[in-house]
């Protein structure tokens, strides 16, 4: 219930836990996709989304119902599901005579539009049409992108980071050999987006390494691009900022080198040798009257010549 300064106030325990969930919190968990139809869309577009829904799931929520969006119109409505669903990406699929079998992958920053894409289906490959087996539930892909564009062009610069946000999986402290069945490539060549599913193959090699080999999984899709709504250059760094708890403290004097390693710099006062303690020997004290030591009492060093 709303209270007369607009905070929400919780009545009951579950609602209460309902909020906490909601609140920001220091270190973000993992990104829920929603995945919707809009009212005009085709055969593969409702397909296409299937698909995506399979290699998303857990994480993500699949919308069955057709719902008349216009993102790039007005966005009030994602803005709408995103909060309710509490999602902070979104996979919109809608097709008509001018944009046939489109879909736009975009992502929210504080339940507002950040930046989405519009891609158009020119070829697409479905998960039914590969007789092959699927990866398990909730694997985490190896994400691959090839092509000069994803490295010099704005835009497809801005497009790899929407994918690799939208298809990265949970975050993990490591990954064991097995643990590697999956990889979603994707190429930039010519205006248009070419993106593979593969299934990681380990074969036997005659050693402890195996021999690894790609199997087509699908979907395959073949994208042209469309239109884009990117966020300014302002906000897209707020969106990338990080709190102060999350920022790991820089610790001074320490470097690493190219292999890794760390280095370690000490800071010491200046020493003064004269008064640095060294090994006692009878015969170099000095007694009273001697004024230059060892050779003032006769001792002499000379090398093996005699010289």
Request: proline share 4%; aromatic share 10%.
């Amino acid at each position: 219930m709303a209270h007369r300064d607009g905070i929400v106030k919780a009545k009951t325990r579950r609602s209460k836990r309902f909020l906490q969930s909601r609140e920001p919190k220091l270190t973000e968990g993992q990104k829920s996709s929603m995945i919707i139809r809009g009212g005009n869309s085709s055969e593969t577009v409702s397909q296409a989304l299937k698909d995506v829904y399979a290699l998303k799931k857990p994480n993500a929520v699949l919308y069955k119902r057709k719902n008349m969006v216009r993102p790039f119109d007005d966005s009030t409505a994602l803005e709408f599901f995103s909060k309710k669903s509490d999602c902070s990406l979104f996979l919109f699929g809608s097709h008509n005579k001018k944009r046939p079998n489109n879909l736009i992958f975009g992502r929210m920053f504080d339940f507002h539009v950040l930046d989405m894409f519009e891609l158009g289906i020119e070829r697409f490959v479905s998960l039914r049409d590969v007789k092959t087996d699927t990866c398990p539930e909730g694997t985490k892909p190896l994400l691959v992108f090839a092509g000069e564009l994803f490295e010099t062009d704005r835009e497809h610069q801005r497009l790899r980071n929407l994918l690799t946000d939208f298809f990265c999986g949970p975050r993990v402290s490591a990954v064991r050999l097995a643990g590697l069945e999956h990889v979603l490539h994707f190429t930039a060549l010519e205006g248009k987006i070419y993106m593979r599913s593969y299934k990681v193959l380990l074969k036997k090699s005659g050693c402890r390494t195996p021999r690894i080999q790609l199997q087509d999984m699908g979907p395959s899709f073949d994208f042209v691009m469309r239109r884009n709504h990117m966020a300014s250059d302002d906000l897209y760094k707020t969106a990338h900022r990080q709190p102060r708890g999350v920022k790991p403290k820089k610790k001074k004097n320490i470097s690493h080198d190219a292999f890794g390693t760390r280095l370690g710099r000490l800071h010491m006062q200046k020493q003064d040798l004269d008064k640095l303690q060294t090994r006692k020997m009878k015969g170099l004290r000095k007694r009273r009257g001697d004024r230059g030591g060892a050779a003032a009492r006769g001792f002499f060093f000379t090398d093996s010549s005699g010289f």
